[in-house]
């Protein structure tokens, strides 16, 4: 199982970014997939999750109706499309699964919300 983000980077208060993570080494399709974010100093915090087929998503209360999570079960990649951003939502954004009983996580990408 491999997880891979991207898209991460530097954007001012109020702008967006889509995140990427594509997964190989499972069927995607038949898996939810999570989106976790971890500030500096904190602990690694829920973010969304969406089911494996894409009709069902869950949001944490810090984003809900800021960000999107969506899948493309053909590309085998989850989305993440953050809009409105604000400083706080700066982190490392980690995608995961649990394929099997084993969970597995990305490398992380960097989202850094600043003036």
């Known amino acids: 199982v491999q997880l891979v983000e991207s898209g991460g980077g530097l954007v001012q208060p109020g702008g967006s970014l889509r995140l990427s993570c594509a997964a190989s080494?499972?069927?995607?399709?038949?898996?939810?997939l999570s989106w976790y974010r971890q500030a500096p100093g904190k602990e690694r915090d829920f973010v969304a999750r969406?089911?494996?087929?894409?009709?069902?998503?869950n949001y944490a209360d810090s984003v809900k109706g800021r960000f999107t999570i969506s899948r493309d079960n053909a590309k085998n990649t989850v989305y993440l499309q953050m809009n409105s951003l604000k400083p706080e939502d700066t982190a490392t954004y980690y995608c995961?699964?649990?394929?099997?009983?084993?969970?597995?996580w990305g490398q992380g990408t960097q989202v850094t919300v600043s003036s």
């Open positions: 080494g499972f069927s995607f399709s038949s898996y939810m």
């Open positions: 995961t699964t649990h394929v099997l009983k084993n969970e597995y």
């Open positions: 969406i089911s494996s087929g894409g009709g069902t998503t």
